[in-house]
Protein backbone atom coordinates (compact mmCIF):
# COMPACT_ATOMS: atom_id res chain seq x y z
CA UNK A 1 0.00 0.00 0.00
CA UNK A 2 1.23 3.65 -0.65
CA UNK A 3 2.20 5.93 2.42
CA UNK A 4 0.09 8.85 1.16
CA UNK A 5 -2.97 6.90 0.87
CA UNK A 6 -5.45 5.32 3.53
CA UNK A 7 -8.25 3.39 3.11
CA UNK A 8 -12.36 4.19 3.57
CA UNK A 9 -13.61 2.03 6.34
CA UNK A 10 -16.91 3.78 7.68
CA UNK A 11 -20.63 3.49 5.76
CA UNK A 12 -20.74 7.26 6.75
CA UNK A 13 -17.83 7.82 4.67
CA UNK A 14 -19.38 6.05 1.79
CA UNK A 15 -22.43 7.64 1.60
CA UNK A 16 -21.46 11.14 2.25
CA UNK A 17 -19.26 10.51 -1.33
CA UNK A 18 -22.31 10.03 -3.08
CA UNK A 19 -22.84 13.49 -2.63
CA UNK A 20 -19.88 14.41 -4.64
CA UNK A 21 -18.79 14.37 -8.43
CA UNK A 22 -19.45 11.55 -10.12
CA UNK A 23 -17.88 10.03 -13.31
CA UNK A 24 -18.76 7.08 -14.73
CA UNK A 25 -16.65 4.71 -16.81
CA UNK A 26 -17.63 1.42 -19.08
CA UNK A 27 -15.64 -0.59 -16.16
CA UNK A 28 -16.86 1.43 -13.03
CA UNK A 29 -18.34 4.63 -11.60
CA UNK A 30 -15.66 7.03 -9.51
CA UNK A 31 -16.96 9.32 -7.19
CA UNK A 32 -14.79 11.63 -5.49
CA UNK A 33 -16.00 13.77 -2.69
CA UNK A 34 -13.46 16.27 -0.57
CA UNK A 35 -12.70 15.11 3.01
CA UNK A 36 -12.13 18.19 4.93
CA UNK A 37 -8.31 17.53 5.08
CA UNK A 38 -7.82 14.06 5.61
CA UNK A 39 -5.28 13.16 2.44
CA UNK A 40 -6.40 10.78 -0.18
CA UNK A 41 -8.26 8.38 1.07
CA UNK A 42 -10.04 5.49 -1.19
CA UNK A 43 -12.73 3.12 -1.05
CA UNK A 44 -13.89 0.12 -3.23
CA UNK A 45 -17.53 -1.26 -3.43
CA UNK A 46 -18.95 -4.08 -5.57
CA UNK A 47 -21.89 -5.45 -5.36
CA UNK A 48 -23.39 -8.87 -5.48
CA UNK A 49 -24.93 -7.98 -8.64
CA UNK A 50 -21.43 -8.00 -10.08
CA UNK A 51 -20.84 -12.04 -9.52
CA UNK A 52 -19.99 -14.36 -7.26
CA UNK A 53 -17.50 -13.79 -4.05
CA UNK A 54 -14.79 -15.38 -6.31
CA UNK A 55 -15.70 -12.43 -9.09
CA UNK A 56 -16.21 -9.90 -6.40
CA UNK A 57 -12.77 -9.92 -5.01
CA UNK A 58 -11.15 -10.46 -8.30
CA UNK A 59 -12.52 -6.96 -9.24
CA UNK A 60 -11.70 -5.56 -5.76
CA UNK A 61 -8.09 -6.47 -6.00
CA UNK A 62 -7.89 -5.08 -9.06
CA UNK A 63 -9.32 -2.18 -8.45
CA UNK A 64 -6.79 -1.53 -5.43
CA UNK A 65 -4.08 -2.42 -8.10
CA UNK A 66 -5.52 0.92 -10.31
CA UNK A 67 -5.81 3.33 -7.28
CA UNK A 68 -2.44 2.51 -5.82
CA UNK A 69 -0.86 3.38 -9.45
CA UNK A 70 -2.80 6.32 -9.78
CA UNK A 71 -3.82 7.68 -6.95
CA UNK A 72 -0.37 9.18 -5.55
CA UNK A 73 0.06 11.50 -8.44
CA UNK A 74 -3.23 11.23 -10.10
CA UNK A 75 -5.97 11.86 -7.23
CA UNK A 76 -7.28 15.13 -5.69
CA UNK A 77 -5.81 15.99 -2.63
CA UNK A 78 -7.78 15.67 -0.09
CA UNK A 79 -10.67 13.62 -1.53
CA UNK A 80 -12.00 10.86 -1.09
CA UNK A 81 -12.06 8.46 -4.01
CA UNK A 82 -14.52 5.33 -4.25
CA UNK A 83 -14.29 3.04 -7.43
CA UNK A 84 -17.87 1.28 -7.78
CA UNK A 85 -17.46 -1.79 -9.89
CA UNK A 86 -19.66 -1.77 -13.26
CA UNK A 87 -20.74 -5.31 -15.03
CA UNK A 88 -18.39 -4.70 -18.06
CA UNK A 89 -15.57 -3.91 -15.29
CA UNK A 90 -14.41 -7.64 -14.36
CA UNK A 91 -13.87 -8.83 -18.22
CA UNK A 92 -12.47 -5.20 -19.27
CA UNK A 93 -8.78 -5.24 -20.12
CA UNK A 94 -6.46 -3.83 -17.07
CA UNK A 95 -4.68 -1.37 -19.35
CA UNK A 96 -8.15 0.24 -20.54
CA UNK A 97 -9.58 0.35 -16.86
CA UNK A 98 -6.05 2.09 -16.43
CA UNK A 99 -6.58 4.82 -18.98
CA UNK A 100 -10.27 5.34 -17.75
CA UNK A 101 -9.11 5.67 -14.74
CA UNK A 102 -6.91 8.49 -15.71
CA UNK A 103 -9.53 10.05 -17.82
CA UNK A 104 -12.32 10.24 -15.00
CA UNK A 105 -9.67 11.57 -12.22
CA UNK A 106 -8.42 13.95 -14.68
CA UNK A 107 -12.61 15.22 -15.19
CA UNK A 108 -12.98 15.15 -11.48
CA UNK A 109 -9.81 17.16 -10.84
CA UNK A 110 -11.65 19.78 -13.39
CA UNK A 111 -14.98 19.91 -11.50
CA UNK A 112 -16.59 17.69 -14.35
CA UNK A 113 -18.74 15.36 -13.31
CA UNK A 114 -21.79 13.20 -14.69
CA UNK A 115 -25.53 14.37 -13.86
CA UNK A 116 -25.82 13.19 -10.74
CA UNK A 117 -28.16 10.23 -10.12
CA UNK A 118 -31.73 10.68 -8.73
CA UNK A 119 -32.25 10.06 -5.32
CA UNK A 120 -34.07 6.70 -4.99
CA UNK A 121 -37.55 6.53 -3.09
CA UNK A 122 -37.83 4.92 -0.08
CA UNK A 123 -40.26 2.09 0.59
CA UNK A 124 -43.23 3.10 2.95
CA UNK A 125 -43.44 0.42 5.70
CA UNK A 126 -46.88 -0.85 6.13
CA UNK A 127 -48.62 -0.38 9.41
Same mark, same amino acid.
Given at each position: ???????????? /?? $?????????????????? #?? #????????????????? #????? #??????????????????? $?? /?? /??????? /?????????? $???????? $???????????????????????
Amino acid at each position: MHPSLSVIGKRS /DF $LAANRGLRVARPGFVLLA #NP #NGGKGKRYGITVTKKIG #NAVVR #NRMKRRFRELLWAALPEGG $LP /DH /DHILIGR /DGGVERDFAA $LRTELAAA $LTRAAEGKGDRPRPPRHRRSRRA
